[in-house]
């Protein structure tokens, strides 16, 4: 069992709707958590980071954490095609972003 | 966060050769990392450079294979060495920033380096 599993997709989403990216995780001392974009031949960009049961929101991005349920996911509300990308989950053991153990990623594509 | 560049941003080298990859930021760091991201995978973690000692190696990564120096807190270096085909990668350094009140600490990456051994 990988210790960082999400769907690889590709999944379509229509422009304007909620897109929803889910992750799961296996060692239960992971204490942090974070989503990143990458575009094609592009480096990865932080989108969020949660350490905390329950929901956070930024702009359009909500993460949500469940570690009862060890897993992760990240929402995009009013999806724009400029969200078509690949989203990485990363979870660390501690608190804080030390040795990231990366998901496979999620591609993700908005039809206009 | 901060400027992270990378040199080369790609380069093609031959099989047995050895090729030097610089990381810089434009402020002091404690945590540089390095990893590898191989053709249509995620990223692995190579290892952190420590300032001042030997970087800490992940299973499977050794420093014969990828010698790193972190000479001082703004500046890294990954030697790929004696390449293979299966070496070619990107490779992307970086590094972390302390969370403030209520926030984490975040790891932000460099451009990468996109590295085509033939």
């Known amino acids: 069992q990988k210790e960082v599993e999400q769907n690889s997709g590709p999944l379509s989403v229509p422009e304007g709707a909620i897109a929803s990216l889910n992750c799961t995780y296996s060692?239960?001392?992971?204490?942090?958590f974070f989503w990143y974009r990458q575009y094609s031949g592009k480096s990865p960009e932080l989108i969020m980071s949660i350490y905390s049961n329950g929901d956070k929101e930024d702009g359009r991005f909500t993460a949500q954490l469940n570690k009862a349920s060890q897993y992760v996911s990240l929402l995009i509300r009013d999806s724009q095609p400029s969200d078509s990308a690949t989203y990485l989950c990363a979870v660390s053991h501690r608190e804080g972003a030390q040795k990231l153990v990366f998901g496979q990623g999620t591609r993700l594509t908005i039809n206009p | 966060s901060a400027v992270i560049s990378q040199k080369p941003s790609r380069d093609i080298c031959q099989r047995g050769t050895s090729l030097t990859i610089q990381c810089q930021v434009d402020s002091q760091v404690t945590m540089m990392f390095w990893y590898r991201q191989q053709p249509g995978q995620s990223l692995t973690l190579i290892a952190t450079a420590n300032q001042g000692s030997e970087a800490t190696y992940e299973s499977g990564f050794v420093i014969d294979k990828f010698p790193i120096s972190r000479p001082n807190l703004t500046f890294s270096t990954l030697t790929v060495s004696n390449m293979s085909p299966e070496d070619s990668s990107i490779y992307l350094c970086s590094v972390e920033f302390a969370g403030g009140h209520s926030s984490t600490d975040t790891q932000y990456f460099g451009p990468g380096t996109r590295l085509t051994v033939l």
């Open positions: 060692d239960r001392v992971s204490q942090s």
